[in-house]
């Protein structure tokens, strides 16, 4: 697609259940960003994808919280054992490269988990 | 560490107005660029205006334009002629590129609707 998607738009689950969130990038784009998104807060950066290279994953709160990037295009964020402060929209986005000059990331819509 | 400060949550402003929106960082680095984002209710995040830090001449973008002092660590937005479609909330955003960090760091954002 034309630009960053993730799946699904919402997600409702229960306290204590696992959750998988996905973001598909940007084509050819190699750096992936996941932030978190509370409510009246700004962005909050989770973790952070470049090519091959090992994760950024200094913004993860929490051993809940893990990320994949499957060959160097989607990536899948689990949360584990939800909690209702895990409430949030998660927002994924891409860049074609992580060090460029700009860095213009480009986000997807996010993923509003609500935890019961 | 760098910070963003929005301290504005909340604005208002008349249709085909003029308003400006406050953002001041705090950082020790020289290499940076500073972004505003903004964000209507489909929570799309677009880029609005990016400014590199070694540039002294303030960006502009069409109805866009900032007033960055580099001095003061100071980045504000102005939106001229104000539309109803840029009702949104708006985030200020810092990049260090002389570091290996590779994402972007907000403010809480600033809330801004036009009334016509």
Known sequence: GAGVSQSPSNKVTEKGKDVELRCDPISGHTALYWYRQSLGQ?????????????????????????????????????IQRTQQEDSAVYLCASSPRGGGATNEQFFGPGTRLTVL | AQTVTQSQPEMSVQEAETVTLSCTYDTSENNY???????PPSRQMILVIRQEAYKQQNATENRFSVNFQKAAKSFSLKISDSQLGDTAMYFCAFWNYGGSQGNLIFGKGTKLSVKP
């Open chain 1, 42 to 78: 700004g962005l909050e950066f989770l973790i952070y994808f470049q090519g091959n290279s090992a994760p950024d994953k200094s913004g993860l709160p929490s051993d809940r919280f893990s990320a994949e990037r499957t060959g160097g295009s989607v990536s899948t964020l689990t």
């Open chain 2, 33 to 39: 660029y500073l972004f505003w984002y903004k964000q």
